[in-house]
T-cell receptor
Framework: AQSVTQPDIHITVSEGASLELRCNYS??????LFWYVQSPGQGLQLLLK??????LVQGIKGFEAEFKRSQSSFNLRKPSVHWSDAAEYFC?????????????FGTGTRLLVSP | DGGITQSPKYLFRKEGQNVTLSCEQN?????MYWYRQDPGQGLRLIYY???????QKGDIAEGYSVSREKKESFPLTVTSAQKNPTAFYLC????????????FGDGTRLSIL
């Protein structure tokens, strides 16, 4: 069965510092991968997605992620964090490329940004 | 603006009551989903629907029911059989074409009185 691991429950980063959130997946073939962000009491917003092609994916708000098949990872990065980036971040995997998506989510990483 | 509207934002239920959470989308999306979110557990799929008048159980369907009478609407009923209903519920949708990610509503928080 597919699974997604986000090993960090909380991460604190100083404003202006770089950020990397880890995501590891378990799936036999090349999965379809997503990063979503959730502000408190809100729904999820898509940051970026990987379906195929270039393994470095650019997203919104200055985020990027790199798919590494050898490490079964899809880590999210940002070179300089802003206070407004404080939120919870979810990695998700989907095994098929059809209209219907049965996403499997990680447990999330809460990002705190210190002044 | 197109989007997904969930209502109400907060909902309280007494023991033994059924409650219905509304999800409406004007994105003309075919597929719709209901997720439950608990602290530290991420999102878990309750039910999903690919077309009108058809829906399937997800991973945690016990104690829940849904209907899909219209393309734009996918209400979720939390029945009295759901013993631990306190959670944040999220509705999502996406088109029935490849490479289209899910869009999410802003959620409904359900609490037990």
């Amino acid at each position: 069965a597919q699974s997604v691991t986000q090993p960090d429950i909380h991460i604190t980063v100083s404003e202006g510092a770089s950020l990397e959130l880890r995501c590891n997946y378990s799936y036999g073939a090349t999965p379809y991968l997503f990063w979503y962000v959730q502000s408190p009491g809100q729904g999820l917003q898509l940051l970026l997605k990987y379906f195929s092609g270039d393994t470095l994916v650019q997203g919104i708000k200055g985020f990027e992620a790199e798919f590494k098949r050898s490490q079964s990872s899809f880590n999210l990065r940002k070179p300089s964090v802003h206070w407004s980036d404080a939120a919870e971040y979810f990695c998700a995997v989907e095994k098929g490329n059809t209209g219907f998506q049965k996403l499997v989510f990680g447990t999330g990483t809460r990002l705190l940004v210190s002044p | 603006d197109g989007g997904i509207t969930q209502s109400p934002k907060y909902l309280f239920r007494k023991e033994g009551q059924n409650v219905t959470l509304s999800c409406e989308q004007n994105l003309n999306h075919d597929a719709m989903y209901w997720y439950r979110q608990d602290p530290g557990q991420g999102l878990r799929l309750i039910y999903y629907s690919q077309i009108v008048n058809d829906f399937q159980k997800g991973d945690i369907a016990e104690g829940y029911s849904v209907s899909r009478e219209k393309k734009e609407s996918f209400p979720l009923t939390v029945t009295s059989a759901q013993k631990n209903p306190t959670a944040f519920y999220l509705c999502a949708s996406n088109p029935d074409t490849p490479n289209q990610p899910q869009h999410f509503g802003d959620g409904t928080r359900l609490s037990i009185l």
